[in-house]
């Protein structure tokens, strides 16, 4: 698996955007709104996620199909810090901390690409 970097212009910049392309894509295809939970790689610390045709997402780091699991929120909510349990709308960017889990869940159909960094 390859680290995440950005790339450097010619003056020493960072260019936010530019990262190379992951040697570890896994990709969800989803028909409805129906969860998928995608087990974390070993060595991976960042998952980079795109969705297709403009469909809203949730993510949920270390949920899984017999344990905690992620559902569109119908309610308004909070939550106390740690507790794990609300999903993200669409995050482009996550470093993982230890999570060996991703739940995922769409609005309706789409695919989506998650990249792994170490």
Do not use: H, K, W
Not at 15 to 25: E, K, L, P
Not at 54 to 61: A, Q
Request: glycine residues 8%; hydrophobic residues 45%.
């Amino acid at each position: 698996m390859i680290r995440l970097q950005q790339g450097i212009d010619a003056m020493g910049n960072m260019i936010v955007a530019a990262m190379q392309q992951s040697d570890t894509i896994y990709v969800n295809v989803f028909a409805s709104s129906t969860a998928q939970y995608v087990t974390v790689p070993s060595g991976a610390n960042f998952v980079l996620f795109e969705a297709s045709a403009n469909t809203d997402f949730y993510m949920l780091l270390n949920a899984t199909s017999n344990g905690t699991t992620i559902a569109v929120p119908t309610v308004t909510a909070t939550e106390a810090a740690g507790a794990g349990t609300i999903p993200e709308l669409n995050p482009l960017v996550r470093q993982l901390n230890g999570a060996t889990s991703i739940g995922l869940i769409p609005g309706g159909p789409c695919v989506i690409t998650l990249a792994f960094y170490s």
